[in-house]
């Protein structure tokens, strides 16, 4: 008798182990999908920025086409990387293109004292420092819960619920092979 109690009892703690250990799972894979949208966000923001950025830079700068049309590309290629079925490395290597874009954008406006100088072009500047400062949080939080996730992953108990959890390892957020740094907003 005093058998059947021990043996229900242990069955009744594996299943709340059990319970708990895929209900964390979950939220943790949940949580890193929530941070990879907060990157999203921020390039979207970015990249909304650029066309009134690309605007003011034309009217200085009509033939400066091919700066231009690299910037566009990279924003469509922004906009399909942002969207459900995007890999991170679709993500980085379409915020790479942008980024390059941007200061494709800013080395043109070097050479035009006025541009520089309007009050436009100056707020459009100040609003992508914060939307670049905004994405480097993000991609900062999406790097922590992907670690939180990866290591709840690989230890015990945790990695017996994950098959069970349809709990995968994710892919960190890294820069694109070659990305340049930030761009440098200069008054």
């Known amino acids: 008798m005093i058998w ?3 043996l229900v009892m242990v069955v009744v703690v594996g299943l709340v182990l059990a319970a708990v250990a895929f209900n964390r799972l979950r939220t943790q894979d949940v949580s890193a999908q929530e ?3 907060g990157i999203d ?3 979207t923001r970015r990249a909304d920025l650029v066309p009134n950025l690309v605007e003011t830079v034309k009217g200085y700068a009509a033939h400066e086409r091919a700066v ?3 910037v566009t590309q990279a924003r469509a290629q922004v906009a399909s990387a942002t969207g459900a079925g995007a890999t991170v490395e679709q993500r980085a290597a379409a915020e790479a293109a942008l980024q390059r ?3 494709h954008i800013n ?3 070097e050479a035009y004292p006025d541009l520089k100088a309007s009050q436009g072009f100056i707020s459009l500047q100040e609003q992508l420092a914060s939307t670049e400062d905004q994405l480097a949080f993000a991609r900062q ?3 922590d819960s992907v670690s939180t996730l990866n290591t709840s992953l690989a230890t015990i108990p945790w990695m017996w619920m994950a098959g069970p959890a349809g709990v995968r390892p994710r892919a960190f957020y890294q820069a694109a092979e070659g990305q340049e740094p930030p761009p440098q907003v200069r008054f």
């Open 141 to 143: 939080y999406y790097n």
């Open 101 to 103: 874009g941007i200061l």
């Open 41 to 43: 966000v921020q390039l």
């Open 68 to 70: 231009f049309d690299e």
């Open 35 to 37: 941070a990879l949208g």
């Open 107 to 109: 080395a043109v406006a």
């Open 4 to 6: 059947i109690v021990v």
